[in-house]
Structures are given as structure tokens and as C-alpha cells.
Nanobody, 125 residues
Framework: QVHLVQSGGGSVQAGGSLRLSCAAS????????MAWFRQAPGMDREFVAY????????SYADSVKGRFTISGDIAKNTVYLQMDSLKPEDTAVYYC??????????????????WGQGTQVTISS
């Protein structure tokens, strides 16, 4: 059974940094792309970044490019999201997710069928 357990997050002032972690279990970790999404109050869930271990390695939403870094540790079955130069508009609940098909990538919510529990990130101005 697939499990994604998130940790990290919290509250910081604008310009600060946070790191999110997502520990995966129950499947061959390196066979599936992982992504981070976020959802602000009243908004749709939106793509942040993905990482694919075997082909095009990473991709980012334009809104976070140059500030966020997705990475992973295959030995630990864990994916990370390092968030730097945070802005108030980054405030949201952040979710890690696993793509539904092996060795496939994508930016759409409905391409991912396993989700972490969500982590609140709050950035104050």
C-alpha cells in the first residue's frame, strides 16, 4: 500500500526559507515521478514542481522557478522541496504526490493518484 508522509513547513517571514519532506513507502520509489502541489484558500490545487528520477529530471511552475528546488534521496525514498525567498503569495497547503503511472511526468492534478496529508506553509509580510 502506498503511503506518503509529509513533514516540515510552518510559518516564516517573507524572504525566509522552509523545507518540506515527503517520505514514500509501499512501491518502487525510483519508478514513479513525484511532485509538489499547493492549494491556497478558495483556489484550485496547483502544480509547483516535479522530479522524475530517470528522464527529464525536474520542472517548476513559473511562479516558483529560481526560488524553489525539488530534490530527492532514493536511498531514503524521500522527496524534498526547498523553498527560498518566500513570498506571502506562497502561503498555501502543500501536498506531495506520486504519479499514477511509472516513468511518466506531468503537471496536472489528475495525473497523480497518491497524495500526502498536506502541510501548511504561511508566509507573513
Amino acid at each position: 500500500q502506498v503511503h506518503l508522509v509529509q513533514s516540515g513547513g510552518g510559518s516564516v517571514q517573507a524572504g525566509g526559507s522552509l523545507r518540506l519532506s515527503c517520505a514514500a513507502s509501499g512501491y518502487p520509489f525510483s519508478s514513479f515521478a513525484m511532485a509538489w502541489f499547493r492549494q491556497a484558500p478558495g483556489m484550485d490545487r496547483e502544480f509547483v514542481a516535479y522530479i522524475n528520477w530517470r528522464t527529464s529530471p525536474t520542472s517548476y511552475a513559473d511562479s516558483v522557478k529560481g526560488r524553489f528546488t525539488i530534490s530527492g534521496d532514493i536511498a531514503k525514498n524521500t522527496v524534498y522541496l526547498q523553498m527560498d525567498s518566500l513570498k506571502p503569495e506562497d502561503t498555501a497547503v502543500y501536498y506531495c504526490a506520486r504519479h499514477q503511472y511509472p516513468n511518466r511526468i506531468g503537471r496536472l492534478v489528475n495525473e497523480y493518484n497518491h497524495w500526502g496529508q498536506g502541510t501548511q506553509v504561511t508566509i507573513s509580510s
